[in-house]
């Protein structure tokens, strides 16, 4: 079995059980399962596995959110209460309880961050580094703070005690800087893995 | 007396207590004073006004903050307890107590953040507007809640008991997201005034 899962930067990959990360679509052999957030590579895709499932048509998810990503459903299934985090080109924050999706948060990913400051001025610039500090004493650390840091204290502000569950490109360095946090690569899979079960059950 | 503030943006202007904002440098009559962050247009401006006085060499201010900016340092410096938060291109967060600059943030300003959520995708499009709901339930409020939100998190992060002081051009849409917060349009011009001050002093 093959899933697919199609971003705006990267095309995840989960072939019975190993993941890798594409730029470009590429055929698969055997049944293969999809969900799609960039229509262009989508239709590059679809062209060549004509027979792939789009599992975005067939998902249960309890929520109120209007318009929500299928990448953020996916993650959010397979978790029943906590913070739901995706950490790729945006960073994505959604709160569930009692498998009930309460809401969610956009802000931009680590890179986003950087590129912004860079587009201010030429002198914003920094490493995302963990944070030790809690009054930053220079641009490197300001800059870390009003990025990483963001991201931690919006995470923080949700959190309180319900655990974090990271997964995307900067999941295994933001579970480093959060508190209560556990990085799991496979979230978005573990949901389709999930939808496919339900599926099947009919 | 002219003040002027030659940011990244936008030149402030003060003249005998009266501001406006200019893109280009232009010449000024009398004694002028001056900051700058922005060296291309400093150059520009000091061939205009070859007389103009630059506080930065002469601005007493106690802090262990490499490299502070001297906008951040005059608009510190007129405050001597609480959080001074300038909200222009960037969103800078600089923490005063006792008259001593304790450390400061950086975050993207409010336009950075719509230009980041835009180069991440085209669908990320939202308009800044003060926080009504704690679960953002559509794209529009979660990318509000991730910008807007975000800054305003890492301002109470900062401040618990302290006042807030917001300056910039987005400092009065920002001092009605947060509580126990004075929006002073002049705070800039009112750290050179007391740098002039000290000056004549001597």
Redesign the interface.
């Known amino acids: 079995m093959v899933l697919v899962d199609i971003g705006?930067t990267n095309i995840h990959i989960w072939i019975d059980g190993k993941t890798v990360n594409k730029k470009s679509p590429e055929k698969y052999d055997g049944r293969v399962y999809y969900i799609s957030?960039n229509k262009e590579k989508e239709k590059i895709f679809k062209k060549l596995n004509p027979d792939a499932v789009n599992l975005e048509k067939y998902v249960l998810f309890d929520?109120?959110?209007?318009?929500l990503g299928i990448d953020r459903i996916m993650a959010c299934k397979s978790i029943s209460d906590g913070v739901v985090v995706d950490a790729g080109?945006?960073?994505?924050?959604d709160?569930m309880q009692e498998n009930r999706h309460?809401?969610?948060?956009?802000?931009?990913?680590i890179y986003?961050?950087k590129?912004?400051?860079g587009?201010?001025?030429e002198v914003?610039q920094f490493n995302p580094d963990i944070i030790n500090?809690?009054?930053?004493?220079?641009?490197s650390?300001?800059?870390n703070?009003?990025?990483v840091?963001?991201?931690k204290?919006?995470i923080e502000?949700y959190s309180q005690n319900r655990k974090v569950y990271i997964t995307g490109g900067d999941g295994e360095f933001l579970s480093r800087v959060i508190e209560n946090s556990e990085y799991i690569e496979d979230l978005v899979f573990l949901g389709m893995l999930k939808t496919i079960k339900e599926l099947e059950k009919k």
């Not at 309460?102 to 990913?109: A, E, K």
């Open positions: 705006n957030v929520t109120a959110y209007k318009g080109s945006a960073v994505t924050i709160i309460l809401g969610g948060i956009i802000m931009p990913g986003a961050f590129q912004a400051f587009t201010i001025s914003l500090t809690f009054y930053p004493n220079n641009t650390e300001a800059l703070m009003g990025s840091g963001a991201i204290c919006m502000k």
